[in-house]
């Protein structure tokens, strides 16, 4: 028999933030968020929530340790993540600024949070990852582009058509098809 688990640590990312909405309100979440991951506040701030709340089993094992080391950008990973599932508009600054930070999963997340809260503002950042090192990042960007990209990104989307990962040319193949149907134009 498998033990049931009912604490944070166990939730899904899902669980966690709709409880955490619940306990501390959407907006207060979507801001912490915000602030962790642009560097304002602390993954250890006493003055907010958990860590775990974004992290999970995670962010357990982080806090325990005295310094985070390689591991320092796991809390702005969560923070973007997050909001994926809260938001309020305070946090397009950044999510936007989130696109050219050095750790490339927080660059990826940031994007998906682009794609998915449609922040237009975003696409010349987008633009630049499309050269990304990391073809998680690439296709990514590529998706993020289809959805808030402007005609004027149509050449750097095609350009990645001739990328050496196939993961990529297929992202780029479909982000033009998306953009020429949501601009309702060819690109």
Same mark, same amino acid.
């Given at each position: 028999?498998?033990?049931?688990?009912?604490?944070?640590?166990?939730? +899904?990312?899902?669980?966690?933030?709709?409880? *955490?909405s619940r306990?501390? %309100?959407?907006? +207060?979440?979507?801001?912490?968020?915000?602030?962790?991951?642009?560097?304002?506040?602390?993954?250890?701030? +006493?003055?907010?929530?958990?860590?775990?709340?974004? %992290?999970? &089993?995670?962010?357990?094992?982080?806090?325990?340790?005295?310094?985070?080391?390689?591991?320092?950008?796991?809390?702005?990973?969560?923070? *973007?993540?997050?909001?994926?599932?809260?938001?309020?508009?305070?946090?397009?600054?950044?999510?936007?600024?989130?696109?050219?930070?050095?750790?490339?999963?927080?660059?990826?997340?940031?994007? &998906?949070?682009?794609?998915?809260?449609?922040?237009?503002?975003?696409?010349?950042?987008?633009?630049?990852?499309? !050269? !990304?090192?990391?073809?998680?990042?690439?296709? +990514?960007?590529?998706?993020?582009?289809?959805?808030?990209?402007?005609?004027?990104?149509?050449?750097?989307?095609?350009?990645a058509s001739?990328?050496?990962?196939?993961?990529?040319? &297929?992202?780029?193949?479909?982000?033009?098809?998306?953009?020429?149907?949501r601009l309702?134009?060819?690109?």
């Open positions: 028999m498998i033990a049931q688990c009912h604490s944070l640590a166990c939730m +899904t990312p899902r669980e966690r933030l709709a409880q *955490a306990e501390y %309100g959407p907006e +207060t979440v979507a801001v912490w968020c915000a602030e962790l991951l642009s560097g304002q506040t602390s993954h250890d701030a +006493t003055d907010r929530p958990s860590l775990v709340w974004l %992290g999970g &089993k995670g962010a357990d094992w982080l806090l325990a340790r005295d310094e985070l080391g390689a591991h320092e950008y796991w809390p702005r990973v969560w923070a *973007a993540r997050g909001l994926l599932y809260v938001w309020s508009p305070r946090a397009v600054p950044a999510v936007v600024s989130a696109l050219d930070d050095p750790a490339w999963r927080v660059r990826e997340m940031a994007a &998906k949070v682009v794609r998915l809260r449609e922040i237009g503002a975003a696409g010349e950042f987008l633009a630049a990852l499309v !050269d !990304d090192e990391v073809t998680r990042v690439r296709v +990514t960007a590529l998706r993020a582009l289809a959805v808030v990209g402007e005609g004027e990104h149509a050449e750097v989307i095609r350009s001739d990328d050496p990962e196939p993961t990529v040319r &297929k992202a780029a193949v479909l982000a033009i098809e998306t953009l020429a149907q309702d134009r060819p690109v």
